[in-house]
């Protein structure tokens, strides 16, 4: 990774510091209860190693959905904290996994039984279209894998937790009230920095914010929102197929300034995007992919970055750029104007999406800004 000498973007004011730089910093950040523009939490609080601030959200009530034995050796497990789900599948030992392993951790010695697994999903109630469930209160989530026949044969159950601190990283963008893209693989944390996003813009910046929920992911299972997403709106998507639908009815008919959806996969989604963004509304949004090549050439999500046509030069249109007559360009303005890379939970790439693309088109390496948690450290550099 080389470094530039030439003056950091005007979007990015205070830009300074160290090349990728992974230091982390350790961070407390206080939590006030006579303040009403910040959440109050009324749960213990904890500093991850990673500098953020971990709101303990009731790991009880993911523990007693599962096996007795299960709970006790969950309860007496030294790395509890950075527990991050618990598989239970027929006929294999359960396993824990935490944060920072590679591997899990087997839980005992036999293996899950039928029966075991209907006692779960009796705890839990019923899934939705998309096999999800989640307990009523809480950010936990609850995943079913079924057979052929629609029996359930497997359950992946994730710890939810409210987590204080990334919203520091992108405080700045955010003044600009322009259109943010977040990528990264399942499991990075886009759905926790979506949920403290909502938050901040709703209580501390005031905005009218609305969170369109399909799974109850961001705003937490029941009908009245988890406390985590502050003052900001939640609207709960009866079927995955319907987001979009939602997402468009979220701005016709609640006025929102800014609307908030996750997992962004399908075509219609991409375009109920372009609609929502045409309209002059902030749209804070996720989707999977490791960098925005990968959503140049997804078909499906290639309209979130201004979509790619293939453009024919003319001979001296071509000698003066030194290229093939046949040449991709992008079709469009993006429908958001920064894309976030998120490779790590702690360290992001953040793109201004228009230039990016352009250049990534063009055979050239982009100009990023490279993030690092929980304190503001930026640098200019190439991808």
Known sequence: MSTLTTSPPVFFPRVQAIIGSKKHIRMVVPILKGNPRLVSWSVPTMTSDDG???????????????????????????????????????????????FGDCGGKYLRDTEITITELLEAQRAVGEFGGDNRAGIEGTLHRISAIRSRKGLIVGLTCRVGRAVSGHVDMVRDLLKYKESILFLGRPGVGKTTVMREIARVLADEVNMRVVIVDTSNEIG?????????????????????????????????????????VDEIGTEAEALACRSIAE???????????????????????????????????????ARARRSQKSILERKAPPTFPFLIEMRERNYWVTHRTERSV??????????????????????????
């Open 220 to 260: 937490g299972d029941g009908d009245v929102p988890h406390a985590a997403i502050g003052s900001a709106r939640r609207m709960q998507v009866p079927e995955p197929s319907m987001q979009h639908r939602v997402m468009v009815e979220a701005v016709e008919n609640h006025m929102p300034e800014v609307v908030i």
């Open 279 to 317: 309209r002059g509304v902030m749209l804070i949004g996720t989707a999977h992919g490791e960098c925005l090549a990968n959503i140049i050439k997804n078909p499906t999500l290639a309209d979130l970055v201004g979509g790619v046509e293939t453009v024919t030069l003319g001979d001296e249109e």
């Open 52 to 98: 953020f601030v971990v709101v303990e959200d009731d790991i009880q009530a993911l523990l007693q959905i599962l096996p007795w034995d299960l709970q006790d050796s969950l309860q007496n497990e030294p790395r509890r904290d950075g527990l991050l789900e618990v598989v239970l599948d027929l006929g294999r030992r359960p396993e824990a996994r935490f």
């Open 358 to 383: 352009d250049l990534l088109l063009n055979g050239k390496k982009p100009l990023v800004e490279f993030q690092t948690a929980p304190g503001l450290q930026l640098s200019t550099a190439v991808a």
